[in-house]
């Protein structure tokens, strides 16, 4: 079976930055990616270039940055009330989750001041050319449960069970 729209993949990574440094690796966590291919669930150079792959296929993807996680844009970089941070400690450097427009976003201190902080809200791999070293470990069909979620369901979940119940 190949990768193609509505299909559940299993892979491992590398992701290397352009100065050569390991970024993550999912052989080193024991902990592959999984994904379902064609709804989003992977940055869209990527996914382009899994199409059509096969399970062993193993492959080396160089991405730009409009591929992966896109251009920085400085306008994202803004000053915020020191309150709006949960920790009494900050320095620059430190990461939050916080909800965003479009989901959950990390903010990243650059600055820190008496009453206020000076954030990016640009992904921390925006403007950055991107290697992934891949291996396609398995490829299967999702099930209707999945496409109604929109990502793969763990591998206990019944999805008989899911599917039976109203999703909507």
């Known amino acids: 079976m190949t990768i193609a729209p509505q299909c559940v993949v299993t892979l ?9 440094r ?9 902990q592959p ?17 899994l199409d059509g792959q096969a399970e062993g296929a193993e492959l080396t993807v160089t991405l730009m940055p409009a591929e ?4 920085r844009n400085e306008a994202l970089k803004r000053e915020v009330g020191r309150d709006a941070f949960p920790v009494p400690e900050l320095s620059p450097g430190m990461r939050f989750q916080t909800p965003g427009d479009d989901g959950p976003q990390i903010v990243t ?6 009453d206020s902080v000076l954030i990016d809200t640009n992904h921390p791999l925006a403007g950055q050319i991107l290697r ?14 999945e496409l109604a ?17 109203k999703l909507f």
């Open 22 to 30: 390991v970024l993550d690796d999912s052989r080193a966590r024991q």
């Open 109 to 114: 201190v650059l600055e820190v001041h008496d």
């Open 12 to 20: 491992h990574y590398v992701l290397i930055d352009a100065d050569g």
């Open 132 to 145: 992934y070293e891949l291996e396609v470990l398995t490829v299967r069909e999702a099930s209707r449960a």
């Open 149 to 165: 979620k929109g990502h793969p369901l763990p591998p206990d979940t019944d999805h008989t069970q899911v599917e039976d119940k």
């Open 33 to 49: 990616l999984e994904y379902l291919h064609g709804h989003h669930n992977i940055v869209a150079g990527l996914e382009r270039a």
């Open 68 to 71: 992966a996680y896109g251009l």
